[in-house]
């Protein structure tokens, strides 16, 4: 069965490290996500993505984080410097299609400890 | 802004018994709305959703849940738990003109023998 792979599955660094989470989303999906979930909290929506460019975002996604999709099978988030408030398990989703029968198929998380 | 609320982060079953998982939303415009389970170590699986239509919405494993409008809920339940439904449960909604979920806190659920 087709499925969301992410990698690392979990990735510790110092604080204003670069960190650069990776996914790769089922093949024939178009729309990508990232979500994140502080312990203990909601998982929280960061952005979405579809034909090479952001669709919408949240008010966490700020200058620090970016998203690409270099080479047509991986989805990145990049953190330029992280900070403490960025450890979080980071979730990555893909759509095949939006809309409300749109499911999203998410990764298993990769867990960024920042210390 | 819209929002999930999840009563009981932890809820505690026997085995056969029945499963109720609450969740509210708070919109003036009903959204579209969904059930993820989560296993350890895994993922976000989605176990069912409502998007239009008839109000009583069955999912996988046995689980079903149901659109109140008046009420502005959606409920999860199971008649009869299994050991294999342990998980964190996470109820969401889509609302319209937007393409992100607006989670829940999540619901443990343990099932004892």
């Known amino acids: 069965e087709p499925e969301v792979t992410q990698t690392p599955s979990h990735q510790v660094t110092q604080m204003g490290q670069e960190v650069i989470l990776r996914c790769v989303p089922i093949?024939?999906?178009?729309?990508f996500y990232w979500y994140r979930q502080i312990l203990g909290q909601k998982v929280e929506f960061l952005v979405s993505f579809y034909n090479n460019e952001i669709s919408e975002k949240s008010e966490i996604f700020d200058d620090q984080f970016s998203v690409e999709r270099p080479d047509g099978s991986n989805f990145t988030l990049k953190i330029r410097s992280t900070k403490l408030e960025d450890s979080a398990m980071y979730f990555c989703?893909?759509?095949?299609?939006?809309?409300?029968?749109?499911?999203?198929?998410f990764g298993e998380g990769s867990r960024l400890t920042v210390l | 802004a819209q929002s999930v609320t999840q009563l009981g982060s932890h809820v505690s079953v026997s085995e056969g018994a029945l499963v109720l998982l609450r969740c509210n939303y708070s919109s003036s415009v009903p959204p579209y709305l969904f059930w993820y389970v989560q296993y350890p170590n895994q993922g976000l699986q989605l176990l069912l959703k409502?998007?239009?239509?008839?109000?009583l919405v069955k999912g996988i494993n046995g689980f079903e849940a149901e659109f109140k409008k008046s009420e502005t809920s959606f409920h999860l339940t199971k008649p009869s738990a299994h050991m294999s439904d342990a998980a964190e449960y996470f109820c969401a909604v889509r609302p319209y003109n937007t393409d992100k979920l607006i989670f829940g806190t999540g619901t443990r659920l343990q099932v004892f023998p």
């Open positions: 093949s024939n999906h178009l729309y």
């Open positions: 989703a893909s759509s095949d299609r939006q809309g409300d029968t749109g499911e999203l198929f």
């Open positions: 409502y998007t239009t239509g008839a109000t």
